[in-house]
């Protein structure tokens, strides 16, 4: 009785939001967020304007979802959570099978936000650095997302954040990228086919939770000079592999529950 003295409504109602959202894959509408709050209309649009302006909310047409102020702040979680702790020892051999520098990615506001990196042994650099954000029409992990978490949402994404050009090679139409997304969904694995950078070619797979959901994407980046294309079967096994591992190493316990 004591506490509730000190607490304060309105950030009551907004943790209640937050916790909503974060249960919420396919996003929340106000009216669905109404009943499910039991709060007048006005109060629950004041309190959605002012996690969209604090970037923790973000509305993708009547939906809301998680914004990137919040999955930013995750990323501290991240660090200490699980996937990634079992998933280092995984992206550090792949990187030594590959050659090739190996990645795990995550889905962020409309982006694919890097938050480990092992570079391959040789010295050229060619992957973004923890913290890092690629676009997800011209990336390999920001494609898995596009393939299998952002499926239904693709013209709205692309509308939000325009498909820009990087190289000849990058796709710019709408439908030129769902035909290379169901490529993906078929294969299992995406390619950056030098869309990003000109020299650079880049492979990831999807990375699942104990429910099948897409909750990371784990790839590697290399030079197109040493990375022919005649590879990309053979690499996308390995990657795929290492996927295996990861998802075995972290959710096999809640499969075994």
């Keep these: 009785m004591a506490t509730e003295r000190y607490t304060i409504p309105s950030v009551v109602h907004a943790c ?7 249960n919420s894959e396919q996003g929340l509408s106000m009216q669905a967020l109404e009943e499910a709050l039991s709060l007048p209309r006005t109060t629950v649009f004041r309190l959605l304007k002012t996690l969209l302006a604090e970037n923790l909310l973000e509305k993708r047409g009547k939906l809301y979802f998680s914004g990137a102020s919040l999955l930013q702040l995750g990323l501290q979680v991240i660090h200490s ?5 079992f998933a280092i020892p995984h992206i550090q051999r792949l990187a030594l099978q590959t050659g090739y520098t190996a990645h795990l990615a995550v889905p962020n506001h409309g982006k694919a936000l890097i938050v480990e990196v092992f570079d391959s042994p040789s010295p050229l650099m060619v992957s973004k650095r923890p913290g890092g954000e690629a676009q997800l029409h011209c990336s390999a992990t920001g494609k898995v997302f596009l393939a299998f978490l952002y499926a239904d949402n693709i013209e ?3 509308e939000e954040h325009p498909m820009e050009k990087h ?10 990228l769902e035909k290379e997304l169901s490529r993906v969904r078929a294969m299992g694995y995406a390619v950056d086919e030098r869309e990003y950078n000109k020299d650079i070619r880049c492979v990831a797979v999807p990375v699942r939770d104990s429910m099948g959901t897409v909750v990371a994407a784990l790839g590697i980046t ?7 294309k005649g590879n990309i079967q ?16 972290t959710y096999q316990l809640d499969r075994a529950k």
Excluded: C, N, W
């Design 16 to 22: 209640e939001i937050l916790r909503l959202m974060a």
């Design 81 to 85: 959570d699980r996937l990634q702790h």
């Design 156 to 158: 709205l994404l692309m």
């Design 167 to 176: 190289t000849d090679l990058t796709i710019t139409e709408i439908d030129v």
């Design 222 to 228: 290399a030079p197109a000079a040493v990375f022919p």
């Design 234 to 249: 053979q690499v996308s096994d390995l990657v795929k592999e290492a996927a295996r591992g990861i998802y075995k190493d």
